[in-house]
């Protein structure tokens, strides 16, 4: 997502912005407009500051949102969201957060050792969705397992392994369903699994062993969302 629109995106959702540096002198009124002071740099510098080989005209510099998991309670409106366990790669956690946000779940949850939600690569992966969605952040997965039950959520541990009996995720009752992914090449933790409501999988038509975690994620968000559209 060009860096343009990004920061237009930070900006509608009120994230407070402290500093924005251009290359193009024809952006610097612009931005003037918007956010008082602009910073004319020159394009080498940029790009020796940032990890991407080729930056955009414009970068900028703001507060992180709040994001621990003190405003569940308020945001959960029995839609459901997605939780995170130890996913690492950015390009996986933004498109979870933006499948989560297409959807029309409540929330995202990273948990345990996810991805750093602000990593550049997250941001540009969720293509806005890291501003405008609830995404909240918990050390424990554990603990923001409990937190979902807590108001009512059920959470469901999204897994391969047959021995572990899941059912098939659309025979389920996903209206308002937490989905528990796990880490790309490990999966979910024992412990992990033992802590959710129920074990789902999603039933493959080829020989691969399993999706990637982004892929399963966002095959679980729309079986949701076609459920609830059908009970609306």
Known sequence: ??????????????????????????????????????????????????????????????????????????????????????????????????????????????????????????????????????VFYCGSVEEAITACQSVGLKTYATVVDQNLAPTLYHQKDLTSAVFVLGNEAQGLQPEVIDYCDENITIELGGPTESLNVASAGTVLAFEALRQRQLVE
């Open 1 to 134: 997502m060009h860096g343009e629109k990004l920061l237009a995106e930070a900006h509608e959702a009120g994230l407070a912005i402290s500093e924005v540096f251009v290359t193009d002198a024809k952006l610097t009124s612009y931005y003037q407009t918007l956010f008082g002071s602009v910073v004319e740099v020159e394009e080498a510098l940029l790009t020796r500051s940032l990890d991407v080989v080729s930056p955009q005209k414009v970068v900028a510099v703001a507060a992180m949102p709040e994001t621990d998991l003190g405003k569940l309670a308020s945001i959960a409106t029995g839609k459901g969201g997605l939780l995170l366990a130890n996913v690492s790669d950015p390009g996986n956690v933004g498109t979870l957060l933006r499948s989560a946000e297409a959807s029309g779940a409540s929330f995202a949850i990273a948990a345990g050792r996810c991805a750093e939600l602000f990593n550049p690569k997250v941001v540009r992966a969720a293509a806005g969705a890291l501003f405008r969605f609830q």
